[in-house]
């Protein structure tokens, strides 16, 4: 807790999470490259509807936002009131090349 209130973390990832068949919450848990483990429980329909996204976007980016509520030495965080996002990702078009403009000088 910083001056009384809880941090928020926003993490973002790449793979699709598993949707169980059943339950209005949904235990979703996220691993990072270095050994940290996010933990979270989120609704079902709103993740049904993000995982729906997903499936749609050729390339796609999640975000998962909340509260942190606690953190272990072991590196699990856990998150409480957590919201997931995805968002499409658009190709970057090239950009154009800056031609070089003459200088203009003035001379005296």
Do not use: C, H
Request: charged content about 30%; aromatic content about 4%.
């Amino acid at each position: 807790m910083i001056n009384g209130r809880n941090p928020e973390i926003t993490i973002k990832f790449t793979e699709k999470p598993e949707l169980p068949e059943q339950g209005k919450k949904v235990q979703l848990e996220i691993k990072s490259d270095n050994g940290i483990i996010i933990k979270t429980e989120v609704n079902r329909k709103s993740l049904k509807k993000q995982v729906t996204k997903m499936e749609s976007f050729a390339d796609w980016v999640g975000a998962l936002s909340g509260k942190i509520v606690s953190v272990s030495p072991e590196g699990v965080i856990e998150i409480e009131g957590a919201g997931v996002n995805v968002f499409e990702k658009k190709p970057k078009a090239p950009a154009p090349a800056k031609e070089a403009s003459p200088e203009t000088s003035t001379a005296a």
